[in-house]
């Protein structure tokens, strides 16, 4: 069975900085694309970033710039830095996969439990 474990989410200041890794744990044979997604409180999930196995990356406008996605194909691994992080970026951080092939088995999408990131002002 395949699952997505993240860490590194915490409490920073606004202006500070954070590092969240995901892995993908079981024996896999590909992913296509990782990412990451957000959901603040009241508010629907959102797309972050995403990074496809050959390490094409897309932000969403409002991470431009500050965050930047990172993947390790060779342990299934995906990293996001948070830079110059702000308190709108106060959220829970969900890690994604894209069709994840496992021996014989395959999956649409994988999610994480989600990590908090809060930024306090």
């Known amino acids: 069975q395949v699952k997505l474990v993240e860490s590194g989410g915490g409490t920073v200041q606004a202006g500070g900085s954070l590092r969240l890794s995901c892995a993908a744990s079981?024996?896999?044979?590909?992913?296509?694309?990782m990412g990451w997604y957000r959901q603040a409180p009241g508010k629907q999930r959102e797309l972050v970033a995403t990074?496809?196995?050959?390490?094409?990356?897309n932000y969403a406008d409002s991470v431009k710039g500050r965050f930047t996605i990172s993947r390790d194909n060779a342990n299934n691994r995906v990293n996001l830095q948070m830079n110059t992080l702000q308190p709108e970026d106060t959220a829970v951080y969900y890690c994604?996969?894209?069709?994840?092939?496992?021996?014989?088995?395959?999956?649409?999408?994988?999610w994480g439990q989600g990590t908090l990131v809060t930024v306090s002002s």
């Open positions: 994604n996969a894209d069709r994840v092939v496992s021996g014989s088995l395959a999956y649409l999408e994988l």
């Open positions: 079981g024996s896999i044979f590909s992913i296509n694309a």
């Open positions: 990074i496809t196995s050959d390490s094409s990356a």
